[in-house]
């Protein structure tokens, strides 16, 4: 039999998907799954194609074109802790003795970045190449056109890179995948995408809580989130939820959404982006309330047996209805601006400190098809970067700068409406806490820095002496 062009490991979905996806553009795949059953059904299922599956590693490794491409996509597990070690490390420990100079070795996997860099100078140092590449758009994404992420060397890049442009989702023909960065830059950058979907669902869902606290009924908010999905607001995520809105329960003829348990769950990419944030000192406050509410959703015990002993106040929403639906876009508009700017300057920071020269301009590019935050806004995040590649926050760029001028107003309406109205919206509150904290040309942290210096004698700086000129005042004594 002729040796394939591809091997992929891991036939778990996204395995399976990616399979058929790059089988589809023409290219032969062999594939191999720790669990020999899952091959075995999955050869068969498509026997009709260019696919050959093994139960032996090495007689798969022996199936494919020098210098191999050999793609993982299985579970991986390990996160900041570096000496964490999971799957990833158990399949690369097994193939390195199978392996000849020259081959690629993928991994496809949501890896935290740091186990990345680890196992490419473990593999280069043996002759080998190796990526970390995001793959986004879940089990449809992989089938049909993926947004992708790689990061790693040029070498490695230039070597996958027919195979992934041929796979990947287009928009206006252009392939929604470009070569991220060295090292662990394209799983960095698929991590803070992740961060940001998980922005864009809880603002999401803090509209959709507003409006069931307003009476709207779940039919008029497929409705609203449709309209929406034909303006600015135009999005994938946006789009399912106005399709959501739509199905009715069969056991209970009800809205499906509303028998739907709330507790949210987390598979690690959310907390990962808070962690480096926070060691990076980058405020991605958004994501993080986004991460948080999630965390206070899985509580639901504990909220349970808080509910009946809290007062709040009795939700009373009186603005008509196309004013309402109005402020709610304009404040999840301009909400999702700051999530985005949080995100971006995330990616920007931590790319100037480990040296990966990121394009933010065309990371946008890549994320405008294929992934779950795939939307209209991308473009112009695109166009911001291409007016001005330093641009230092995407606030700051006119077209955005504008739009959080004029929704400003509806977004303070529509936070107030949820503190009187007891709505919990930690993201709109904290987005808006961002860019009013952004705009203020005086912060209180001079009181602040007051108090550390008067505890700590951690001096402060004055506004009418050269900043870097530290002052310390003998503070009155507290008793007691
Ligand atoms: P899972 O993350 O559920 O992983 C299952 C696969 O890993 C199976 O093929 C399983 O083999 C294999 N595996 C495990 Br578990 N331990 C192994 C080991 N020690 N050695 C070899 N293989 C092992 O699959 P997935 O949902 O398709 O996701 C794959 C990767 O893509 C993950 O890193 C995930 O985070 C990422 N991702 C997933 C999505 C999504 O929508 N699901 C989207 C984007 C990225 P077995 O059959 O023998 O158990």
């Known amino acids: 039999m002729s040796k394939s062009d591809f091997g992929l490991i891991g036939l778990a979905v996204m395995g ?36 050959q599956g093994f139960a032996s590693l090495a007689d798969f490794v022996a199936s494919i ?3 191999r491409k050999i793609m993982m996509l299985v579970k991986s597990k390990a996160g900041a802790d570096p000496s964490e070690r999971d799957a990833v490390d158990a399949v690369i420990e097994s193939l390195v003795p199978l392996l000849e100079p ?11 970045f740091i186990h990345t860099e680890r196992r490419a100078k473990e593999l280069e140092a043996k002759g080998f190449l190796y ?9 449809e994404g992989a089938r049909k056109g993926p947004s992708i992420m790689p990061g790693g060397s040029e070498q490695a890049w230039k070597m996958i890179q027919p195979i992934f442009e041929a796979i990947s989702a287009k928009v206006n023909g252009d392939p929604c995948v470009t070569h991220i960065g060295k090292g662990g830059a394209g799983n960095y950058v698929k991590m803070v995408h992740n961060g940001i979907e998980y922005g864009d669902m809880q603002l999401i869902c803090e509209a959709y809580q507003i409006f069931k606290t307003a009476g709207i009924t779940t039919d008029e908010m497929a409705q609203i989130f449709d309209q929406w999905n034909q303006g600015e607001l135009e999005s994938y995520l946006i789009q399912i939820t106005s399709k959501i809105f739509t199905i009715k329960d069969e056991i209970t003829g009800q809205p499906l959404v509303e028998q739907i348990l709330d507790r949210a769950g987390q598979k690690g990419t959310g907390r990962w982006t808070v962690q480096s944030a926070a060691e990076n000192a980058v405020v991605i406050s958004t994501i993080n309330a986004a991460v948080e509410a999630r965390i206070l959703s899985s509580m639901r015990d504990q909220r349970l047996v808080a509910a009946p002993q809290f007062s709040g106040p009795e939700p009373k929403i009186d603005l008509p209805k196309d004013v309402l639906v109005q402020k709610v876009h304009d404040a999840l508009y301009a909400s999702k601006i700051i ?3 949080q995100g971006l300057d995330l990616i920007k920071k931590v790319g100037e400190a480990h040296g990966w020269d990121l394009k933010l301009g065309s990371i946008a590019r890549i994320w405008r098809g294929g992934c779950i935050i795939r939307a209209r806004f991308l473009n ?34 529509i936070v107030s409406l949820g503190v009187l109205n007891g709505i919990p919206m930690p993201a709109f509150s904290a987005s808006l806490g961002y860019y009013d ?21 951690h001096t402060y700086e004055r506004l009418d002496r050269p900043e870097g000129e530290f002052f310390h005042t003998e503070w009155p004594e507290v008793i007691g």
């Open 16 to 51: 399976q998907n990616l399979v058929l996806n790059v089988e589809s553009r023409g290219y032969s795949v062999s594939v191999f799954n720790r669990t020999t059953s899952v091959t075995d059904e999955f050869v068969a299922a498509h026997s009709d194609k260019k696919i």
């Open 102 to 112: 020259g081959d690629l070795v993928i991994d496809g996997g949501n890896t935290y």
């Open 437 to 457: 904290s952004y705009r203020s040309a005086r912060l209180p942290a001079n009181l602040l820095q007051a108090q550390r210096d008067f505890f700590g004698a």
């Open 65 to 67: 074109e020098r210098p």
């Open 339 to 341: 999530s985005y700017a």
């Open 131 to 139: 990526i970390g590449t995001g793959v986004s758009g879940g089990e």
């Open 380 to 413: 112009r995040i695109t166009e911001a970067y291409e007016r001005n590649s330093d641009l230092v926050n995407l606030m700051l760029d006119p077209f955005f700068k504008d739009i959080l001028n004029k929704n400003q107003e509806s977004w303070r309406e």
